[in-house]
């Protein structure tokens, strides 16, 4: 099996899983629509990214830009925990701004309740 074709592999699942949820946190109110248009494309990007690797490879190489090896297995586990660490990171992101805005609201909402025991 290709390498390449194992980069793929096991990086497809993580696309998957970043999208959906960048999905579901939409759906939940979690952010705005611009947000999730960011978040898309950014995954796309990485996808792109990672399924035309054998063909940047290719060019660069026929055009002598580059005298390396082939993707070893250690760059394939090497990417897919680097594509892992930014898919955690995001998720630590977005629940962070989550928690951001809950205790926010909930400054306020005391903020209110106070001011109004103090007013009695």
Known sequence: MSRYLILVLLNTPLVIAALLSALVD???GKYPKKKLIGQIIIWLVI???IAST????DF???NSLTHTEP???FDVMQITGIILVL???NRSRIK???LERRVQDLHQELSIRL????KN
């Open 47 to 49: 996808f792109t990214g």
């Open 60 to 62: 660069l190489f026929s």
């Open 26 to 28: 939409y759906k939940m």
């Open 96 to 98: 962070l701004e989550a």
């Open 71 to 73: 993707l070893s297995l």
């Open 54 to 57: 054998k063909l940047i490879y």
């Open 87 to 89: 898919f955690i990171a």
């Open 115 to 118: 001011s109004k025991d103090n």
